[in-house]
Each structure stands twice: as C-alpha cells, then as structure tokens.
C-alpha cells in the first residue's frame, strides 16, 4: 500500500485490528485451503471507489434523524397525477404492521446480518419516513465496513504470515462483497426517495415494510 492510498482513505494505520460485534459475527472463517480470488489491491481499489460514490450521494440526503421524522413536502404534484402502486392508502393493524416488521429483519439477517441491530432501532424509533431513515443507516454501515476492510488491509501489509494473510484476504473479500450489496440496496432506496411522488406521509407504515422486506430480501447486489 502506497502513501498516497493510506493518506487517501484518512484513517490511521494500525497492526492491531478491532472487529466491531456486529461485523465479526458475520464474517466467515477462512479454511487453509480457501482459494483466493480477489487480491487486495483490487479489494483496495474497490473500497476507494465506493468511498468516492458514498460522498457524492451523500450530499443530496437528510442530515439527521430528526429530520427524517418530518414529512416530506412536494410543493408541485397536480391533483390529477396518478399515484404509485406502493402508495397504496390500505389500512393496517398492529398485529400485521408488527408481522411485517419482523419479516424486513429477517430478511436483513440472511443478507445483511451486521446492519441487523441499526434496522431494528429504527423501527422501534417514531420516525414517519422509514426508507429515507434506512437510506441514511446503510450509509453509516457502509462506512463502518469500509473503515473495517482498511484496517485489515494494514495488518495484511504488516504480516509476514502467509497464513495470515489468505485469512485477512478471506476476510477482506467477505466485508467487500458487503460493502457492495449495502451500496446496491441504499441504491434502491434512493430511487424511490428520489422519486416526486413519493411523499413519506401518504405511504403507510405496513406499505413501507412491504417495500424495505423487497429489497432487502433480494440476493442481487
């Protein structure tokens, strides 16, 4: 690793890695005979570019979770404009508002498990707007991954273990393909933030889940 790539990323160098509980849990052991098919420059080469596409997102999103409670306000939609199939005005109750809410874990727990505690705060939490609340914890659970592949990436330059390393480099390649699947379902979710009929008060809690249960239940990245 160049200076220049260390100086890049903004994060202090370290031999002593910390894996946070919610990242180790979901990282997988690494066999002696695992085969290695990312190296880590590429690994790092991929991390650098998501860090650039996180910034440039980054920009355009609520900077709290106050302010996610609020509604969104359109100030031009005609009156005539036909709404989106998942602006749907059905009514709920709390039993299967609660069963939908278990199911968007759950499906979190088969393919984000670590951003499992952060999805379940939100929503024990009051906020109105639950996709842009999501959106915006992705966002801070990608980064968190990403400052978690550069520190593994700095004890893989300072070992001299080959043994070592093809763990680090299993491990690397674990958080990497995280990181990616993360960024693709934040992508997803800006689309329908994004999109001028989407109003946060005019979508219902239990259409809301049925819409993050969709994504997140997805494999694709």
């Given at each position: 690793?160049?200076?220049?790539?260390?100086?890049?990323?903004?994060?202090?160098?370290?031999?002593?890695?910390?894996?946070?509980?919610?990242?180790?849990?979901?990282?997988?052991?690494?066999?002696?005979?695992?085969?290695?098919?990312?190296?880590?420059?590429?690994?790092l080469d991929g991390t650098?570019?998501?860090?650039?596409?996180?910034?440039?997102?980054?920009?355009?999103?609520?900077?709290?979770?106050?302010?996610?409670?609020?509604?969104?306000?359109?100030?031009?939609?005609?009156?005539?404009?036909?709404?989106?199939?998942f602006l749907s005005q059905?009514?709920?109750?709390?039993?299967?508002?609660?069963?939908?809410?278990?199911?968007?874990?759950?499906?979190?727990?088969?393919?984000?498990?670590?951003?499992?505690?952060?999805?379940?705060?939100?929503?024990?939490?009051?906020?109105?707007d639950f996709i842009s609340?999501?959106?915006?914890?992705?966002?801070?659970?990608?980064?968190?991954?990403?400052?978690?592949?550069?520190?593994?990436?700095?004890?893989?330059?300072?070992?001299?273990?080959?043994?070592?390393?093809?763990?680090?480099?299993?491990?690397?390649?674990?958080?990497?393909?995280?990181?990616?699947?993360?960024?693709?379902?934040?992508?997803?979710?800006?689309?329908?933030?994004?999109?001028?009929?989407?109003?946060?008060?005019?979508?219902?809690?239990?259409?809301?889940?049925?819409?993050?249960?969709?994504?997140?239940?997805?494999?694709?990245?």
């Open positions: 690793m160049t200076n220049s790539q260390v100086n890049h990323l903004a994060i202090t160098p370290t031999t002593t890695v910390h894996v946070s509980p919610e990242l180790g849990d979901a990282i997988p052991k690494c066999s002696s005979d695992n085969s290695l098919h990312i190296g880590p420059k590429k690994i650098h570019q998501s860090v650039q596409n996180e910034r440039i997102h980054s920009s355009s999103e609520p900077g709290s979770l106050i302010q996610l409670a609020q509604p969104k306000i359109e100030s031009k939609i005609a009156a005539n404009q036909k709404s989106l199939p059905a009514g709920f109750d709390s039993h299967s508002l609660h069963a939908a809410m278990q199911g968007v874990l759950g499906s979190l727990k088969r393919t984000l498990p670590g951003f499992h505690s952060a999805a379940s705060t939100i929503l024990k939490s009051d906020v109105v609340a999501f959106s915006v914890a992705l966002r801070r659970y990608n980064d968190r991954v990403l400052s978690q592949i550069k520190l593994l990436l700095d004890k893989y330059d300072s070992s001299v273990s080959s043994t070592e390393r093809n763990e680090l480099v299993c491990e690397i390649n674990y958080l990497h393909k995280i990181s990616i699947s993360t960024s693709a379902k934040r992508e997803q979710l800006l689309d329908i933030i994004h999109d001028p009929y989407f109003q946060a008060a005019n979508c219902p809690p239990l259409r809301q889940m049925k819409i993050l249960h969709s994504i997140f239940s997805s494999n694709s990245s």
